[in-house]
């Protein structure tokens, strides 16, 4: 008799020795090299990030090292040169690197070869095993509307010769100034393909985006005649949607839990400080006016940090339907950290209203992950339609 | 780290499986009631007796009890056991109080005489019990109980009033604490077995809950006397031995509200998101209603998540953060999806069970209305809140 609910892989998320070993080893690495007092100095800075709108750092010496602990191959299949790590490990990491607000291209990196490794081509193949070798992507796949529809690229791309000529503007890539190449999502006559378009192409233009968020960077992408050789073309037309859309669970899954770990930074935060701060001779976690609010912030990340897992496992063990699960990871992460980042700021006070206070740089990081690939509301959409069938008018 | 199965285990659930399979009992031509503890009429809890005896016999009731007190002395089989009756949506076991509250405390504090009296009828059902803590003075702040009892030679005369005892109108037995002392509010509490069926000075009362239906009661204790030999603990010690009941109530309440295990309320309410109209389209096409929806179908698969996460230590940051959190989660879950069933039901939600038309048989403003129930008992919501800030998140005592 079958008992497939609870087989060791699905009843534990998946979540081993290994996995474990992964998130302790990069919570000691990001506490040791990218603590408060190093992203503060990082990206902090009023007078450089604010008056003078400098891009916020980031430490190449510690991404440098993060390639070394092989983090940025974790996604890249072991036939590429990769790790090959479970995606409930992938989780796990990101995790920590939200709980730390890390700002790096791992993210962007971690994304990109998620899609890449659905490509099964080639030329894809090629892309893993330079990604296993460092060089990091980033997705430019978004259109001005700020939307997440994955077909409504604004970049044509057209056969010339054996070169293949890119026309339009890619939206919101994320951590644009810290990869070395983009995968552009790009309108054909057959369909959507995907290239791969490096830093420095002749006609690319990369424009920044001016956004709250400190922690990383945004900017859009001008491609005007860019030509790249054919076999750039990592997803041939046609394909291009489904790859987008078979990668989707996983890319949710990675922004859900880097709105886990930045949230539960903000409730142990939080919390912290309702237990020293004093008013009224009580420490403030005394009344049952920021005690509450908490305990419900707690409930809504520990719900989120449930869907995660299960995201996760399932995008290892049952591929197929994991549309569903990380659609919701991704709602209760994204409403969690909504609920979050409002009571950090609120609960803290006047010194949580300044740029003094650390919770404005998590507060941000959180509000632009909430959004990024659809927040709650737009989850929620989707998942009614796969569950309920189509809206009305 | 979760343990896997033993050989044995893993044959109990195969065995559970398909005694299950082959046992169910036939749906009853009457309704059932939401939650064991609010049976309200003598078909219902004969029923549902007879269901718990059959159980108890195929070893499904009282697995990890020791043989001598009339369980069958296989550990870690409970929850197997638990999993497999959620799994094959069975009815529920009646004697939820003793069987979550009273044979645990007896376990716990019992003499060797009182546990081989009382387990075995928990078990099997035959001695239905109920729960006297509640008072008009005392309820959430349960220790300024005001019963008092008062040694009488081998006995203990005791008089007062308690509230809202479920399944007291068909119990033999009542777990009770009362005053033994008013000097100090906690160390003057002493814990009892009371007799209640066929009991001089013992008055069993229903109440009527806001719906119209019964479903508990209150009791009323006047020169009780209960023999020094049914003291559970030491005199003065009932604090700490209702301490025990209470870490298991959360655990009942949890199951009697449905929540992880039992059948998803979402369920439910899909279909009836199906079934209604909402200005002139179906409820289900309505972008309004999918949101709410599909918040709640979230919530609710969420929370059967955190039962399966809690299973995985190094998934859990403090022990007790998921446990804790499950009945408040279930309660308001259930609150959540009655709401919004009687709200999609427009003006016909407010038709009472008692008039025909009314959809699916007026259940859902009803049950909003029950709902509270699991709200306020075994700890409101908002000491759940308290309980939830000060032990696990480490904020100063609200008292």
């Known amino acids: 008799m079958p008992f497939e609910e609870s087989g060791p892989d699905t009843e534990r998320f998946g979540y081993g020795a290994e996995e474990a070993l992964l998130r302790q080893q990069a919570r000691k690495f990001l506490d040791e090299h990218a603590g408060l007092a190093t992203l503060r100095r990082l990206v902090g800075d009023h007078e450089a990030v604010y008056e003078r709108g400098e891009l916020p750092a980031y430490d190449a010496e510690a991404w440098r090292k993060c390639v070394e602990l092989g983090w940025p191959l974790l996604a890249v299949p072991e036939s590429c040169g990769g790790l090959g790590a479970r995606m409930v490990a992938v989780a796990a990491l990101v995790e920590e690197v939200g709980r730390h607000a890390f700002p790096s291209p791992l993210i962007a990196t971690l994304m990109s070869s998620l899609v890449l490794r659905q490509a099964h081509s080639p030329e894809a193949n090629r892309w893993l095993g330079r990604i296993a070798e460092g060089t990091t992507l980033a997705l430019a796949i978004g259109d001005r509307s700020g939307g997440w529809d994955l077909d409504a690229s604004e970049v044509r791309a057209a056969r010339r010769g054996a070169e293949v000529v890119l026309d339009g503007t890619a939206y919101a890539v994320q951590d644009a100034f810290k990869v070395d190449g983009f995968l552009v999502a790009a309108h054909t006559d057959e369909g959507l393909c995907l290239v791969v378009v490096e830093r420095g192409a002749r006609g690319l233009e990369v424009v920044r985006d001016h956004i709250f968020d400190l922690t990383r960077d945004q900017g859009h992408l001008t491609l005007s005649g860019v030509r790249v050789a054919k076999d750039a073309v990592v997803v041939a037309p046609r394909s291009g949607l489904h790859v987008l859309e078979r990668a989707w669970p996983g890319v949710l899954t990675v922004v859900s839990a880097d709105l886990v770990g930045a949230s539960e930074w903000q409730l142990q935060t939080t919390v912290e400080y309702a237990k020293v701060r004093k008013q009224f001779d009580r420490t403030i976690g005394f009344f049952q006016a920021v005690k509450h609010p908490l305990v419900d912030a707690m409930i809504e990340i520990d719900l989120a940090r449930s869907h995660l897992y299960d995201a996760a496992c399932c995008i290892d063990v049952d591929p197929a339907h994991a549309e569903q699960p990380a659609r919701m990871a991704k709602a209760a992460a994204s409403d969690a950290a909504r609920v979050m980042s409002k009571h950090s700021v609120q609960l803290h006070g006047g010194i949580g209203f300044t740029w003094e206070c650390d919770v404005h740089l998590f507060f941000k990081r959180n509000q632009h992950n909430a959004a990024l690939y659809g927040d709650g509301v737009h989850q929620r959409r989707k998942l009614a339609a796969a569950i309920l069938g189509p809206a009305g008018n | 780290m979760e343990q896997a199965l033993s050989p044995e285990q893993i044959e109990f659930q195969h065995y559970a499986r398909r005694w299950l399979a082959e046992n169910m009992p036939k749906a009853p031509d009457f309704e059932l009631p939401s939650s064991p503890i609010e049976v309200a009429t003598l078909e219902q809890k004969d029923y549902l007796q007879s269901w718990q005896r059959r159980c108890y016999e195929a070893r499904l009731v009282g697995c990890s009890y020791p043989t001598a007190y009339g369980g069958w002395g296989m550990p870690g089989c409970q929850s197997i056991a638990n999993r497999e009756l959620a799994r094959a949506r069975a009815p529920f076991l009646l004697n939820l109080i003793a069987l979550n509250m009273a044979a645990p405390t007896i376990l716990k504090h019992g003499s060797e005489e009182q546990k081989r009296r009382f387990l075995p009828g928990c078990l099997s059902g035959d001695e239905i019990w109920c729960q006297g803590f509640s008072e008009p003075g005392a309820g959430s702040d349960l220790a300024s109980a005001q019963t008092s009892c008062e040694r009488q030679g081998d006995d203990w005369v005791v008089n007062g009033h308690k509230l809202w005892t479920s399944l007291g109108h068909y119990a033999s037995w009542m777990i009770l604490i009362a005053r033994s002392s008013r000097d100090d509010k906690y160390r003057g509490l002493t814990y009892f077995i009371c007799p209640v069926a066929n009991t001089p000075g013992v008055t069993v009362r229903p109440l009527i809950k806001m719906t119209g239906a019964r479903g508990f009661n209150e009791i009323l204790l006047e020169d009780v006397r209960i023999p020094d030999t049914l003291r559970l603990g030491a005199v003065g010690e009932g604090w700490t031995v209702a301490m025990t009941t209470l870490t298991h109530e959360r655990g009942a309440a949890e199951g009697a509200g449905g929540g992880s295990g039992t059948t998803d309320p979402t369920e439910r309410l899909i279909a009836h998101v199906r ?64 709401r919004l069933g009687a709200e999609l039901s427009g003006g016909l939600g407010q038709l009472a069970p008692l008039d025909g038309s009314a959809p699916d048989g007026g259940y859902w403003s009803r049950e909003y209305m029950n709902s509270f129930g699991f709200t306020i008992a075994a700890g409101t919501s908002e000491i759940q809140r308290n309980i939830l800030g000060e032990r696990v998140l480490g904020l100063e005592k609200s008292k």
């Open chain 2, 275 to 338: 079934r209604m109209q909402r200005d002139g389209m179906s409820a289900a096409e309505d972008p309004v209603t999918r949101d709410q929806l599909m918040k709640l179908v979230i919530r609710s698969r969420g929370m059967q998540l955190n039962a399966r996460r809690a299973r995985v230590a190094e998934l859990c940051d403090h022990p007790l953060r998921l446990p804790l959190q499950s009945k408040l989660l279930t309660s308001e879950l259930l609150q959540d999806v009655a």
